[in-house]
T-cell receptor, first 113, second 116 residues
Framework: AQSVTQPDIHITVSEGASLELRCNYS??????LFWYVQSPGQGLQLLLK??????LVQGIKGFEAEFKRSQSSFNLRKPSVHWSDAAEYFC???????????FGTGTSLTVIP | DTAVSQTPKYLVTQMGNDKSIKCEQN?????MYWYKQDSKKFLKIMFS???????INETVPNRFSPKSPDKAHLNLHINSLELGDSAVYFC???????????????FGPGTRLTVL
C-alpha cells in the first residue's frame, strides 16, 4: 500500500532563511510525487511534481524538490523564504494506475520577520 | 472565471439532517474528486469520478453519496449528518485520474461544514 509521511508537523523559519520540508513515501513502483501548498482559508495549489526524468524538479514561487529513490524521499526546498510562503504544505503520491492518491499529513510553515 | 467552484462556502446544520454540496469545473477535465480535511488539516480522498464513472471509493460511510450528472459536475450528498462530519470538503478536478499521468489537480475553495 502507498503511504506518505511528512515528519515535521510545524516548522518556523526566519524570512530570508533557507527551507527544507521533508517527505518520505512508500510505494512499490516508481511513484508520481507532488507538492501542494494551501494558504489560510484557501484550496490547494500545485507547487511542483515529479513523474520521470530529471530528479531535481523546479516549481513555482522559487521552490524545487529532489526525488531520491534510494531514500524514498521527495524533499521540498527554497533558498530564501518570503513572509508570503507561510502556509500549509502537503506532499502527495499517486499510483500510475490512477486509482490511488494519498496526501501526507502536512507541514505548517511559519515565517518570522 | 473560477476554474473549480463549490457551493455553498459555509454550511451549518443540525445532526440528522441531509445536505448536499455542489461542485462544478469549467476546465474541461474528465476527472473529479471529493476530499475531506479535518480539524488537524489531514486531507483524505473520498471519491473520484472519471468520465462519470466511479474509480476511487475510499472507506467512507454509505451516508455519503457522490453524484456526477455530467463530467463538469460532481455533487456530494450526505444523509443523517453526524458531529464527526464537521470538516472542510474540497472538490478538485484533473484532466485524467490522479497520478495516472501525474496530472495536476485543481482545487475548489472548500465548503466548511459544521454539524451542531
Amino acid at each position: 500500500a502507498q503511504s506518505v509521511t511528512q515528519p515535521d508537523i510545524h516548522i518556523t523559519v526566519s524570512e530570508g532563511a533557507s527551507l527544507e520540508l521533508r517527505c518520505n513515501y512508500s510505494y512499490g513502483a516508481t511513484p508520481y510525487l507532488f507538492w501542494y501548498v494551501q494558504s489560510p482559508g484557501q484550496g490547494l495549489q500545485l507547487l511542483l511534481k515529479y513523474f520521470s526524468g530529471d530528479t531535481l524538479v523546479q516549481g513555482i514561487k522559487g521552490f524545487e524538490a529532489e526525488f531520491k529513490r534510494s531514500q524514498s524521499s521527495f524533499n521540498l526546498r527554497k533558498p530564501s523564504v518570503h513572509w508570503s510562503d507561510a502556509a500549509e504544505y502537503f506532499c502527495a503520491v499517486g499510483s500510475n494506475t490512477g486509482n490511488q492518491f494519498y496526501f501526507g499529513t502536512g507541514t505548517s510553515l511559519t515565517v518570522i520577520p | 472565471d473560477t476554474a473549480v467552484s463549490q457551493t455553498p462556502k459555509y454550511l451549518v446544520t443540525q445532526m440528522g439532517n441531509d445536505k448536499s454540496i455542489k461542485c462544478e469545473q469549467n476546465l474541461g477535465h474528465d476527472t473529479m474528486y471529493w476530499y475531506k480535511q479535518d480539524s488537524k488539516k489531514f486531507l483524505k480522498i473520498m471519491f473520484s469520478y472519471n468520465n462519470k464513472e466511479l474509480i476511487i471509493n475510499e472507506t467512507v460511510p454509505n451516508r455519503f453519496s457522490p453524484k456526477s450528472p455530467d463530467k463538469a459536475h460532481l455533487n456530494l450528498h450526505i444523509n443523517s449528518l453526524e458531529l464527526g462530519d464537521s470538516a472542510v470538503y474540497f472538490c478538485a478536478s484533473s484532466q485524467s485520474p490522479a497520478g495516472y499521468n501525474a496530472d495536476t489537480q485543481y482545487f475548489g475553495p472548500g465548503t466548511r461544514l459544521t454539524v451542531l
